[in-house]
């Protein structure tokens, strides 16, 4: 009966270690990304590419120090391709296509709600 309990407490400070990284890392990161992707796309509509530069600058600089803690609790893979993301937005800003830097931004979104989804706390990810 002693090691159910232990069994139990452990696993009590399992779920509630996932879900302080879910809510405090994983969440905030993921809201700041949302709010600078969308201001950046609308830099972006808008041809003002002297305005989404340091926009993206912004969204790097963050990724960078994200990315030292999300390698611990994220797919490497999402990892990957939010990185690759960022560069290409930032290669396409840089030359001012319009087309592809709105694709890419919609990836990044994309990259960023499948990390939401995979990493949340839910019975679909315990099981």
Same mark, same amino acid.
């Given at each position: 009966? =002693?090691?159910?309990?232990?069994?139990?407490?452990?696993?009590?400070?399992?779920?509630?270690?996932?879900?302080?990284?879910?809510?405090?890392?994983?969440?905030?990161?993921?809201?700041?990304?949302? +709010?600078?992707?969308?201001?950046?796309?609308?830099? @972006?509509?808008?041809?003002?590419?002297?305005?989404?530069?340091?926009?993206? +600058?912004?969204?790097?600089?963050?990724?960078?120090?994200?990315?030292?803690?999300?390698?611990?609790? @994220?797919?490497?893979?999402? @990892?990957?391709?939010?990185?690759?993301?960022?560069?290409?937005?930032?290669?396409?800003?840089?030359?001012?296509?319009?087309?592809?830097?709105?694709?890419?931004?919609?990836?990044?979104?994309?990259?960023?709600?499948? @990390? =939401?989804?995979?990493?949340?706390?839910?019975?679909?990810?315990?099981?």
């Amino acid at each position: 009966m =002693k090691t159910l309990y232990i069994s139990l407490a452990w696993l009590l400070i399992i779920i509630m270690l996932w879900f302080f990284v879910y809510n405090f890392v994983l969440n905030n990161a993921i809201n700041f990304f949302s +709010d600078e992707l969308n201001i950046l796309h609308e830099s @972006v509509i808008k041809e003002n590419y002297n305005e989404a530069k340091p926009n993206i +600058d912004k969204i790097k600089k963050r990724w960078e120090e994200t990315e030292k803690i999300w390698i611990y609790c @994220v797919n490497q893979s999402e @990892v990957e391709n939010i990185k690759s993301s960022i560069s290409k937005i930032e290669n396409y800003i840089k030359i001012e296509n319009q087309a592809m830097a709105l694709l890419e931004i919609e990836e990044f979104k994309k990259f960023l709600s499948l @990390v =939401k989804g995979n990493e949340s706390l839910s019975l679909e990810n315990i099981f």
